[in-house]
């Protein structure tokens, strides 16, 4: 441990520390400019300049990059320091007047403007390099580099041209304290940062605010680390080591005796509906888009705005977006009408603006849901009946210059109405999640009108697939909402478990008998069955039939050359019986 | 028979899992098609018997519709493919025996296709009533003919 | 009368004559036969009429062994005949049985047959065009001929039959049983056929050289290939009707190296021995595609009279659709 006086206050501090580091634990403010605690310091601003009074000498030295030694004393705001610090600070500000954190370390020192000549009031950049060894150092592409010697030093590309090297992860511009770095998307390339509901968000994140479990992943297409091989930022900020980029993605085999589908369902692609608008219209959002804006912990901290920064003074909400439509689908989501009325009420709650409701009907099925429809209507939602025909901005009137104007029937008036809102929110419906089709092959699910998976009875089996073991819970068997999903959730669970409770498996009734004493061992049959259920037994001269393997199709009865064997419940005798009846009326 | 007075009984065999199901839902639906099939439920088209369809054809069916999944959605795999296997030669037997191998029809009618079990009832009613009546009452072998040429 | 020896009848109807040959056939054992029943109505060996059995007095023949089909109206009234004067009636051989080779006829009718033989085969000289008639007049006399149906019966279609011995013809082995079952009165139940009932491959010395699983990638008639005398037929891609006949022909055509081609008729358990076959074959095709399955079963030369070679008119369709006559 190293002792040292900061101000005149006693610090210990760990042997290697630095100045900064014991000065910020004295509670000491030093400013800094070029510093950043996971890059290595460099001492280019010279900012964080202090006197030192060391072995007999008394030193101005720079307390980023300077250790601190055993009985050192350190002043950080004497007279020479401040004296030295302020020169620095002017000479900073002729080189880069518009760097706004220097600017404001200037006004904290009383520096009003620079003696210097400013060569260029626009300039940003403070050459304090912290771009040049991010580049370097975490990410480990070296692309940028100082350019130049004096006052022509630059930050820049080999010979200022687009780099190779360059991998585009914008972590210049995230290290850049003084926004001199700006990234634009030149050429409509991605940049690294995975774009998610209004806003960028980062390689190593939580999948969604109400995770479960609350425990961030990496995201291996967008981080660093596993393009160049550098940065893991993440695991040198982690106190608790907990970041481990050598994990590897595992394949798991488990068996199970039951298993329950809850693949979910995906939202409908409003683009789907160019008539809407959404896509080339800043201020038409879907659902889910206005779920992550008003989100207290979303990009405007729960500020409903627009594109422009504004709050908007009339929302439109349309009801049944890919639901209830024979273009696109059928059948009724059942949940866009409920979560409608709450993004109503919250935009009634956070914002002044008129709030309009598109709807065909208003389907408010559940325990309350009528209730909360009336509430709203004595909050003074404006519900429009009829279906929105189009969103478009082609304004008619000066009214609607710059505005969404919605075009809608609306059937109690009977008149065609333009309806013009600063904000557009698409109520989209539910549809089967992406993997849905492979699910339905893997398991042999069969799949209802809709395309959403069938269950085996609607009223008897409701969560019964039509294979045994295999249950269904939530949206993947048809629109529902959160109750419903929870509901059929647990009688899923209870359905498993009373199959592991039990201990064993009830067979299929209706399976296929060989009797030995027709059968001639042909072995036409063994080679039929696609569950292996069949074997030739050579030394009895027969086929037998395992009873456990055998599902009851009947193929090998029907091809059963000599009448051997039969299928239970399905019996020739009976198949022939029934025909005959039929031709008895 | 009366040609125009000719309503085609029709027998189908139609699979638990889907052409069933299918049957079901156009019931279910309220759809309306024509009623002249009669339907016999069997777990998979694999089951259907060759012996069935000719003891159909022989009661008096004048045709006979086998459907179940569609090729790679059988309940049991591949119960289908051997059904298709047996109507491609059992219709080309049946030809032999004098039956128009449009009397003997294989369709795939999913769980959901309710629409399509609707269609095929219609259309095959439609062509049977073309076709006219089977009338193998000569083939029923109470006794000999004694036809005179 | 009870220390006299039964009275046994043979009779032939729509059959080529190796039924009576199999009785032949039993060589020495006949002459047990003949010690041990009294033979009173043969025509292809013996001088009897039909007016002998006529004056017969009812029940009075223990057993009738009657071969061949039935096809024309003559053949039906002897079958009544034999049916009333006997205690017993076996439908003797496949004729009998399901109708045979003859009742491959049933592909056809009476006036396609008249016309092929009376007209159209080339070694016909028939220039007034004459077929034959039931009634015909010359020189004052009324000339009758039996009636020629469109279709071949088996024989229990005309008459009750009380057993089957099947086969083409029937092994001596099944005779020899039947006999003695019937002299010792060792009977099975009315209808039965008195031979095993699982099908040939039970016997068949070629079953256990069949693959783990049994699929027909092409079909081949059996002049077209080298035919490996071990290996199962159908393995070798060769139409077997063996899984589908019922067994106790003493496996003749397969040791002989020719498949089975069906002459004992199903087994008790199958209503019609040629779908059943085509189901069983048609299931082991080995195509998924319906181009493929259409190419194999079109390599398939005809195949009703390929599946229904000896039962056509005891299967459930009996015969081709008869149009209506003008």
Known sequence: MVNLTIDGKQVEVDEGSTILQAAKKAGARVPTLCFHPVIEPYAACRVCVVEVAFRGKNDLLTSCNTKAEEGMDVRTASERALRARRLNVEMLLARAPAAEPLREIAKELGIEKTRFPVKDPDEKCILCGLCVRACEQIVGACAISFIERGTDRHVSTPFGEESEACIGCTACAHFCPTGAITVEDKYGRKVIHDEMYLGPTTAIRVPTRQAVPMVPFIDKEACIHFKTGECKVCAKVCDRDAVNHEMEDTIQEIEAGSIIIASGFKTFDARRIPAYGYGRFPNIITAMEFERLVNASGPTGGKVLLANGEEPKAVGIIHCVGSRDENYHAYCSRVCCMYSLKFAHLLGEKTKATIYDFYIDMRCFGKGYEEFYHRLLKEGTKFVRGRVSEITTLALTEKEEGKLIIRVEDTLLGAVRRIAV?????????????????????????????????????????????????????????????????????????????????????????????????????????????????????????????????????????????????????RDEQIFAEIEGIFLI | MNQEHFEPRLIGFLCNWCSYTGADLAGTARMVYAPNIRIIRVMCTGRVDPQFVLKAFREGADGVLISGCHPGDCHYQEGNYKAMRRHKLLSKVLEQFGIEKERFRLEWVSASEGTKFQQVCNEFTEQIRGLGPLNLNGNKGEHHEQRQA | MSNAKPKVAFYWCASCGGCEESIVDLAEDILKVVAAVDIVFWPVALDFKKKDVEAMPDKSIAVSFINGGIRMSEQEEMAHLLRRKSQIVVAHGACAHLGGIPGLANFWNKSTIFRTVYHTTASTDNPNGTEPQPKTSLDGYELTLPVFWDTVHPLDDIIDVDYYLPGCAPHRDLIINAVTAILEGKLPPKGSVLAPNKSCCDDCERNDSKPDKLQIKEIKRPHEVLLDPKTCFLAQGVICMGPATRGGC???????????????????????????????FASILDANDEKDIERLVDSIVDPAGTFYRFSLPSSILKRKKLEAVK
């Open chain 3, 250 to 280: 003493g496996e003749r055509c397969i040791n002989g190296n020719m498949p089975c081609r069906g002459c004992m008729g199903p087994t008790d358990q199958v209503y019609d021995q040629g779908a059943k076959f085509l189901s069983a």
């Open chain 1, 422 to 570: 600063d904000m557009a929110i698409l109520a989209v419906g539910m549809e089967p999640s992406i993997d849905h089709n492979r699910l339905a092959k893997t398991f042999n699910i069969s799949c209802s009108q809709d395309t959403f998976f069938l269950e085996r009875h609607p009223k008897l089996a409701p969560v019964s697939s039509f294979s045994d073991g295999i249950f269904l819970a939530g949206t993947c068997q048809g629109p529902k909402d959160i109750p419903d999903t929870v509901a059929q959730a647990g009688a899923a669970a209870a359905e498993a478990l009373a199959l592991a409770d039990l201990g064993k498996v009830e067979l299929e009734p209706i399976t296929a008998v060989i009797d030995d004493k027709l059968c001639s061992g042909c072995q036409i049959c063994v080679g039929l069955c696609p569950f292996t259920a069949i074997t030739y037994k050579k030394d009895e001269g027969h086929s037998e039939i395992n009873d456990a393997l055998c599902k009851g199709c009947g193929t090998c009865v029907a091809a059963c050359p000599s009448g051997a064997s039969y299928q239970k419940h399905f």
